[in-house]
């Protein structure tokens, strides 16, 4: 057996869906990076990354079944919506808050990705709000029996919330088809995790609701797929929900509005570097043999491309009418889609 066939048997993955899924994680950053300089460019007026934790995004999105299943995403799920199907072009529209940004035709705060068309439900800003609206999602599918399961994503602080509590009690309770997974980058905002939770680990209070929590290195992109098709399995079959805590690292600042530097040493942001979960999967590919410098120049000239296509095509779409911004806040007539028409 040669070493490519190792990596991929481990995980049941064939050379293929193992350079898709490092196509996905290098996509999300070159989107990410592009989004900044914007940003600092003066073109889009906020931008909140999910650079660095990309991996553990990829790897558990993979183990889903766009189409099919649901998600309710977070403001850092760039790599896990466009796992899920959602083109650069449609995070471009929601970053530029177009009329067409399928998000929220511009309404939304950029970041709260969302489109019909994949399953993918709108979040609110007040963070944590998504485990119920997954928990409903999942409890809808359970009674259609459609097989369907509902994965939502947030962060460690969130993890403090009264709606996860609730959400993840309810869900338990019922064996609803649900994941819940806690992208943990130490951090919310400014303030440190040892600040935020009194234990180490977020996975250890899945125990209080009586359902299985693991704990993954966000940088292993195979790793975050192994535990999260476990998790899709068991909620798929009427074992209930799961949470998953990927151990990540946030890459840049909270946002284009803070400024880690001030909050941060230059020995942590340095060391963080070394948990990058893109150059780890490249090397891994790499000594696998999978990964050749033929291909990765390939995947690097198709990449540049999509993001120059995806900023110049919103750059190019025109802006919602000033008058659509309260739409649907208000029990008014209104277009029957919350979606792009603007
Ligand atoms: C209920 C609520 N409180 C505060 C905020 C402001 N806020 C937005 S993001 C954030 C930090 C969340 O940290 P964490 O859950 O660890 O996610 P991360 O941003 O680190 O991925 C806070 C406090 C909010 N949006 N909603
Ligand atoms: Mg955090």
């Given at each position: 057996?040669?070493?490519t066939e190792?990596?991929?048997a481990?995980?049941?993955?064939?050379d293929d869906?193992?350079?898709?899924m490092?196509?996905?994680?290098?996509?999300?950053?070159?989107?990410?990076?592009?989004m900044?300089i914007?940003?600092?460019?003066?073109?889009?007026?906020?931008?909140?990354?999910?650079?660095?934790?990309?991996?553990a995004?990829?790897?558990?999105?993979?183990?889903l079944?766009p189409?099919?299943d649901?998600m309710?995403p977070?403001y850092?799920?760039?790599?896990?919506?466009l796992?899920?199907?959602?083109?650069?072009?449609?995070i471009?529209?929601?970053?530029?808050?177009k009329?067409?940004d399928?998000?929220?035709?511009?309404?939304?705060?950029?970041?709260?990705?969302?489109?019909?068309?994949?399953?993918?439900?709108s979040?609110?800003?007040?963070?944590?709000?998504?485990?119920?609206?997954?928990?409903?999602?999942?409890?809808?599918?359970?009674?259609?029996?459609?097989?369907q399961?509902?994965i939502?994503?947030m962060g460690e602080?969130?993890s403090?919330?009264g709606?996860?509590?609730?959400?993840?009690?309810?869900?338990?309770?019922?064996?609803l088809p649900m994941?819940?997974?806690?992208?943990?980058?130490?951090?919310?905002i400014?303030?440190p995790?040892?600040?935020?939770?009194?234990?180490?680990?977020?996975?250890?209070r899945?125990?209080?609701y009586?359902?299985?929590?693991?704990i993954v290195?966000?940088?292993?992109?195979l790793?975050?797929?192994?535990?999260a098709?476990?998790?899709?399995e068991?909620?798929?079959?009427?074992?209930?929900?799961?949470?998953?805590e990927?151990?990540?690292?946030?890459?840049?600042?909270?946002?284009?509005?803070?400024q880690?530097t001030?909050?941060?040493?230059a020995?942590?942001?340095?060391?963080?570097?070394a948990r990058?979960?893109l150059?780890?999967?490249?090397?891994?590919?790499?000594?696998?043999?999978?990964l050749t410098?033929?291909i990765?120049?390939?995947?690097?000239?198709?990449?540049?491309?999509?993001?120059?296509?995806?900023?110049?095509?919103?750059?190019?779409?025109?802006?919602?009418?000033?008058?659509?911004?309260?739409?649907?806040?208000?029990?008014?007539?209104r277009?029957?889609?919350?979606?792009g028409a603007?």
């Open positions: 057996m040669t070493a190792h990596l991929g481990a995980v049941g993955l064939g869906q193992l350079l898709a490092y196509r996905m994680v290098a996509l999300a950053r070159a989107i990410d990076e592009r900044w914007l940003n600092r460019a003066g073109r889009v007026p906020f931008v909140i990354s999910g650079q660095g934790h990309e991996g995004q990829v790897g558990i999105v993979s183990a079944r189409g099919l649901w309710v977070y850092r799920s760039i790599a896990a919506v796992t899920f199907g959602m083109s650069p072009r449609e471009m529209l929601a970053q530029y808050a009329a067409s399928p998000s929220s035709g511009g309404r939304q705060m950029p970041g709260h990705y969302g489109g019909a068309a994949y399953n993918i439900l979040s609110s800003s007040p963070v944590a709000t998504q485990i119920l609206h997954a928990a409903g999602i999942a409890l809808a599918a359970q009674i259609r029996g459609t097989g399961v509902a939502t994503f602080g969130s403090n919330q709606d996860v509590h609730e959400g993840l009690n309810f869900a338990a309770i019922h064996h994941i819940l997974v806690v992208e943990n980058n130490g951090y919310a400014s303030v995790s040892v600040k935020e939770l009194a234990l180490p680990d977020v996975a250890a899945a125990a209080g009586g359902i299985p929590g693991v290195d966000g940088a292993d992109v790793g975050a797929y192994r535990v098709r476990e998790a899709v068991r909620a798929r079959t009427g074992g209930g929900p799961t949470l998953i990927a151990k990540v690292t946030r890459l840049t600042p909270h946002s284009s509005d803070d880690q001030k909050y941060r040493t020995e942590e942001l340095a060391a963080e570097r990058d979960p150059p780890r999967f490249r090397e891994q590919l790499a000594t696998a043999g999978i410098p033929e990765e120049g390939r995947l690097a000239t198709e990449i540049a491309g999509l993001v120059d296509d995806a900023t110049s095509y919103a750059e190019s779409q025109p802006d919602p009418d000033p008058a659509s911004a309260t739409w649907y806040v208000y029990a008014e007539d277009p029957a889609t919350g979606g603007g």
